[in-house]
């Protein structure tokens, strides 16, 4: 063996063990137990808003029927203006809860990303879709991980 060739294995075993070394570093700094404090709340918020807004859509009949009735009854007009304000009314509000569930379905979307990216983390965002949260809906039920929230009333007084 020469002196040059012993030259190079010796710098492959130290190359070797640096890297050994390190990997046992790693391995024991992962090992070591520490709180968790990973948030799921975003990606919950995202994943639940993705699968719910095709229940609002199929729910907004109701929902416009119920609003439309409640409108109707606490509106000061006429017969004859409750009549004629019928049937637009209806199909109006119809199209503003097919446009709703349609957002819905696309800030569940766009928070599907960040929510995966902050799932290790303690972070959330805040909901791009206030309506979600803050209006009344036909089938709410909190159960912490994904709400379950639909046939929302976007446009309308608390049922």
């Known amino acids: 063996m020469t002196p040059l060739t012993r030259n190079r294995t010796w710098r492959n075993r130290t ?10 570093i790693a391995c024991a700094l992962l090992a070591i137990p520490s709180a968790a404090n990973a948030s799921y709340r975003t990606l919950g918020r995202s994943i639940g808003n ?10 907004s009949p109701v929902v416009v029927g119920m609003t439309l009735y409640r409108n109707l009854k606490d509106i000061d007009d006429t017969t004859g203006v409750r009549v004629a304000y019928t049937v637009p009314g209806y199909l ?3 199209g503003v809860q097919v446009g709703a569930s349609s ?6 979307a ?28 036909l089938v709410e039920w909190e159960n912490g991980v994904i709400d379950v929230k639909f046939g929302i009333a976007y446009q309308g007084p608390s049922y």
């Open 15 to 24: 190359t070797a063990r640096r890297r050994l070394t390190a990997a046992v």
């Open 50 to 59: 993705i699968l719910q807004a095709p229940l609002d859509l199929i729910c």
């Open 92 to 94: 109006w509000m119809l």
């Open 103 to 108: 957002v819905r379905t696309i800030t569940g």
């Open 110 to 137: 766009l928070q599907l990303i960040p929510g995966i990216f902050l799932l290790p983390f303690e972070a959330d965002l805040d909901p791009l879709y206030d309506p979600v949260d803050n209006s009344s809906a």
